[in-house]
């Protein structure tokens, strides 16, 4: 598995370290993994974005998938440390004004609980 | 800096090697001072969705598989030149598709669209001949680019 979960000590959220790339070559296990995640009761999804060198737009199709799967559940998603290169993809769709960014995954879960 | 110009031979790896190649001209200060690295990473998110298109549905059939990238600083531009020898694409319908028509939060359909708004003077020759099809463009920091995607 290219990402690694966290659960947090709050049980409705998880942190997903999201690793060099969320791209076409992983949504789709991206999708599978938090889909799962959900089904277990998780409902807020911290992403962090820290080690990523590329979300590309099937990458961010399934962060949008996750979204519309949690938010009639009251769930949220929102990135943290987000780096450079995603930051021009965040731009460029304006998806700050859907996700909520943290400088820092602690202060997504700080905003969480 | 110089003009970059490079081959790649196997499908499987293109998208590794590339990322690999703007790391390194991240980190080595390859950029002229005119281009920010803002800049260079939109070149790259531009690069990835055209090799992921090729990658996904290219028709490389009966040929060996060959991809060049050129990019090369043209004043305070990135000029960047994709060529391939897959039997190519019809693109014009996908290219001239509005931000407005994508559904709302659409999980498909936008990495030509994202293409298309990272770059200037994007353009698309498909052989004719069984040669190279060749796809190239500049992207600027002037460009503050914006899907339109609907939320």
């Known amino acids: 598995m290219s990402f690694v979960l966290e659960p947090t000590s709050d049980q409705e959220s998880v942190i997903v370290r999201i690793g060099k790339a969320l791209d076409f070559r992983n949504a789709a296990e991206f999708k599978t993994v938090c889909q799962e995640k959900v089904r277990e009761g998780a409902r807020n999804f911290i992403l962090d974005f820290s080690e990523t060198g590329i979300l590309d737009s099937t990458g961010l199709g399934s962060i949008f998938s996750l979204y519309r799967q949690v938010s009639p559940l009251n769930g949220q998603v929102v990135f943290a440390s987000v780096s450079r290169p995603v930051q021009v993809v965040v731009q460029l769709t304006r998806t700050y004004k859907v996700f909520r960014q943290f400088p820092t995954v602690e202060a997504a879960q700080e905003a969480l609980t | ?151």
């Open chain 2, 1 to 151: 800096m110089d003009s970059q110009l490079h081959h790649f031979p196997n499908l499987d790896t293109v998208i590794d090697q590339v990322h690999a190649l703007f790391d390194a001209w991240e980190t080595e200060d390859y950029l002229p001072p005119t281009v920010n690295v803002a800049t260079l990473y939109q070149l790259k998110l531009a690069v990835h969705e055209w090799l992921a298109n090729l990658v996904q549905h290219a028709n490389f059939e009966g040929d060996t598989t060959d991809v060049t990238l050129k990019v090369e600083p043209r004043d305070d531009r990135l000029f960047c030149a994709i060529e391939d020898n897959s039997d190519g694409f019809v693109l014009d319908s996908h290219l001239n598709i509005e931000p407005e028509y994508l559904d709302s939060l659409p999980e498909r359909g936008m990495g030509l669209l994202i293409l298309k708004i990272c770059t200037e003077e994007l353009t698309y020759e498909r052989s004719e001949l069984g040669g190279y099809n060749r796809l190239h463009f500049y992207v600027s920091a002037e460009q503050d680019p914006w899907l339109g995607t609907q939320f």
